[in-house]
């Protein structure tokens, strides 16, 4: 079959078993031929270990793919994250821009595993600017102390702690804090925590 052929067969989302199948060849073949259009930027691939590959094919090359929110997070966080949507970005991306990230999803699971990018901040004038940026720098603030309650984290600088009128907000909208060991950080950043210390457990130990 054609190269032009086969990739127009392929555009979509695609794993090994599904691209044997619409090219009607071996499980092996369509795994050389796919490992073919990656190399060639017509491929780009995500999951791994436990989870199937599923390979983004395009007819146009696709820029190089360099770690996303997903990835970043699941490279920290004993609690893994399921790709919803294929988040990609071109230049740098760290922790920093990851957790800020996280917390635009509003996704529980998300924001829970992205507590584990405090033990990899490097650079914390980055990340206030970033979440600054997104408005949400308390929402950052009260997700550091949940954090600094269970496992090591480096402290978010005093420049950066100064009083300033803070508004009402959740980490995931309308979910209040129901953890009464929590409420000391809601008071602080009044900030609602929608985890509770079981959720907590499960991003310390897997």
Excluded at 1 to 17: C, I, N, P, S, Y
Excluded at 122 to 145: E, S
Aim: glycine share 6%.
């Amino acid at each position: 079959m054609k190269h032009d052929d086969a990739l127009r067969k392929l555009e979509g989302l695609q794993t090994v078993e599904t691209a044997a199948e619409k090219l009607g060849i071996g499980r092996q073949s369509a795994l050389n031929l796919l490992s073919k259009l990656k190399k060639e930027q017509h491929a780009t691939v995500s999951g791994a270990g436990r989870r199937k590959r599923i390979y983004k094919i395009t007819m146009r090359k696709q820029r190089p793919r360099s770690e996303g929110m997903f990835d970043i997070i699941n490279k920290h966080s004993p609690m893994k994250i399921a790709e919803w949507y294929d988040h990609q970005v071109h230049g740098s991306y760290g922790p920093e821009e990851a957790l800020v990230d996280a917390l635009q999803t509003q996704s529980f699971r998300a924001i829970l595993a992205s507590m584990r990018l405090f033990s990899h901040i490097t650079d914390w004038p980055k990340l206030y600017k970033l979440a600054k940026q997104k408005n949400c720098w308390q929402k950052v603030g009260a997700l550091h102390d949940l954090a600094k309650k269970y496992f090591r984290v480096k402290e978010i600088p005093k420049s950066y702690l100064r009083k300033k009128a803070l508004h009402r907000a959740f980490l995931i909208k309308n979910y209040p804090t129901k953890e009464p060991a929590f409420y000391p950080i809601e008071k602080k950043w009044k900030t609602a925590i929608p985890f509770r210390k079981g959720d907590v457990d499960r991003v310390i130990t897997g």
